[in-house]
């Protein structure tokens, strides 16, 4: 008689792609090592999942819907809208508690959603952010912030940490601040690329955009760079994260795509020879694997990226510029001049994530 597959369900946060995009590896890993696995999610990073892994079961998790601001003040607005952020933590937890019985459900891994945990079974935690990266305005709350924080993910069985432990690390403090009680784990980059030997071809593109992160910054990061490559005259594609559409058009010289499979996407990223990007964790991983040098420029109002977007220009690994004034001609100066370290980082192992997920009972 066979053994029944462990059953794993594996649910990113819909704020951008960047946690579902990550969370690919993490499914074929599994897939590979002969888990069954169903994806929970919503919205376009559901949608995202459903395209790359349109054989596995997919479970509808509605979270709480968060409106963005057009200003910088966006961590503001989101701490107004705090008693719906925990009314739909409480609302996908027990959600969560439903599916585990409908689906027998052996293991949950949970990417930045802090409902999805139980005392039925396991549950792990993917988070590069232990702790938040505040604005000056809420210094004075740090350790306050922190310590929920903590208890939030202490929720959880373990955590893991897509990073490094010791000081060469692409986190910085927001892993790497303070000691943390909880059972946690290093477990490297995660990446849907692979560094290969393939033949690259640097000329295909002069630009590359890749375009992500929530509305209407989105769109706004969108219309500033068509207009400033349109007026540079390069050679360029411009990424623009919607994968629920689909569309290609050719605008004098750029190129405009909705979405790019995987492949497309990491040899449009490896044949060309500049990059412009969010500095999203998930793009910052990818970029570091394929070892390709880009301008970063934050979401305006997202302490995190505003953050991460520093400290590796202070690492010299990225250009930093910010949304506001960006100047298309003046960011390729500088990115001229960087010399990057890249190397560091592809000799560094992690903590193995399927030993640790065998390890759990």
Known sequence: ?????TKILVAPLNWGLGHAVRDIPVIYNLLKNKYEVFIGGEGQSGQLLKNEFPGLQYIEISSFKIQYSKSKFLIV????????????????????QKIIDDYKIDIVISDNRYGLYS?????????????????????????IIYKSHRNRIEKFDTCLIPDFEGKINLSGALSHK??????????????????????????????????SGPEPQRYIFEKKLTEQILQSGKRSILITGLPDASFRKQIENLTIVNHLSRSEMQDVILNSEIIISRSGYTTVMDLVTLQKKAILVPTPGQTEQEY????????????FRKQNDFDL??????????NTDFESFSNLVGNSFINIIKSLK
């Open 1 to 5: 008689m066979n053994k029944e597959k």
């Open 77 to 96: 607005k989101i701490l107004f809208q705090l008693p719906k952020i925990i009314k739909g933590i409480k609302k996908e937890h027990r959600f969560l």
């Open 119 to 143: 005392d039925k079974i396991p549950s792990v935690f993917i988070t590069h952010q232990v702790f938040p990266a505040l604005p000056k305005i809420l210094k004075i709350f740090e350790k």
């Open 178 to 211: 303070y000691e943390f009680s909880a059972d946690i784990h290093f477990i490297g980059i995660l990446s849907q690329f692979k560094k290969t030997n393939a033949q690259i071809n640097s000329s295909e593109y002069e630009i590359a955009v890749i375009i």
């Open 308 to 319: 991460l977007a520093d400290y590796l220009k202070d690492k010299s690994l990225f250009v």
């Open 329 to 338: 001609i003046n960011a390729l100066i500088e990115l001229k001049t960087l």
